[in-house]
């Protein structure tokens, strides 16, 4: 798999909202400025076959109606799936009335976007011989909120989205070759995990890779200054290989 962090900040950095493009056709989480970011670095998003959004805070779906403008500027045929928690196309329908009204529906009907709601302890194939586990995870007030594992050629991405540290974090970091993780703040609160629990969680499992995204600047300077031998604290752009 290809592994490409497009955003790894949190609100209030200068480095764009946690977005990971996977073999340039899955996309995880669309936050504001992803699609100007995808457009600058030459990515087409005719190749995006599939998103998914951990869950409905703003810098993590609000691109979404800038993507639907796209396809129907630009008249993209293919269809691109979006999962999402429950309520996820009426998320976007407010959304867009509110930064665009009265276009929904004339964009919707040609942009060929299909919305699908996601429970966890689910299975999801997106292609042949890639598939998607659904967790809930736990994010504060933000109910539901989800992390994923991708499989895909005897690999597994793990993808914490937005959580404290909690079980379905353990399960995440323990079934995956490299888990990608909420590290927003150094200290941890009742909605992200802190810089404290990286370091739990990369010293209990020490054969386990870990890379840190939805990071505030302080959280993601501490961390480096940590060099940790398997933790990595990727910028924008950034692109792994597993």
């Known amino acids: 798999m290809k592994i490409e962090f497009i955003g790894t900040g949190s609100i209030g950095a200068v480095q764009l909202s946690a977005s990971t493009l996977i073999d340039d056709r899955l996309l ?33 779906f609000a691109d979404i109606p800038f993507l639907m403008l796209d396809r129907f500027f630009h008249k993209i045929q293919n269809p691109i799936h979006i999962y999402g928690p429950e309520g996820i196309e009426e998320k976007v329908k407010q959304l867009f009335d509110i930064l665009f009204p009265g276009d929904y529906q004339r964009v919707y009907k040609v942009a060929n976007i299909k919305f699908i709601e996601i429970e966890p302890k689910r299975q999801i194939e997106i292609e042949k011989k890639t598939v998607v586990n659904i967790f809930e995870v736990e994010h504060g007030d933000c109910n539901p909120a989800y992390g994923f594992i991708i499989e895909k050629d005897n690999q597994k991405l793990g993808f914490s989205g937005d959580s404290t540290y909690c079980e379905a974090i353990s399960e995440i970091v323990e079934r995956s070759n490299l888990s990608i993780l909420d590290m927003s703040a150094i200290v941890t609160n009742k909605n992200h995990m802190g810089l404290e629990d990286i370091i739990k969680i990369a010293t209990t499992y020490p054969n386990k890779k870990i890379a840190t995204t939805h990071m505030q600047k302080n959280a993601r300077e501490k961390a480096k200054e940590k060099r940790i031998r398997n933790l990595i604290i990727p910028d924008d752009g950034d692109i792994v290989n597993l």
Do not use: P, V
């Not at 669309?30 to 995006?48: P, V, Y």
């Open 28 to 60: 995880i989480d669309m936050g504001n400025g992803i699609i100007k970011k995808l457009k600058q670095t030459d990515h087409k998003l005719e190749d995006i076959e599939n998103c998914f959004i951990t869950h409905l805070h703003g810098d993590h």
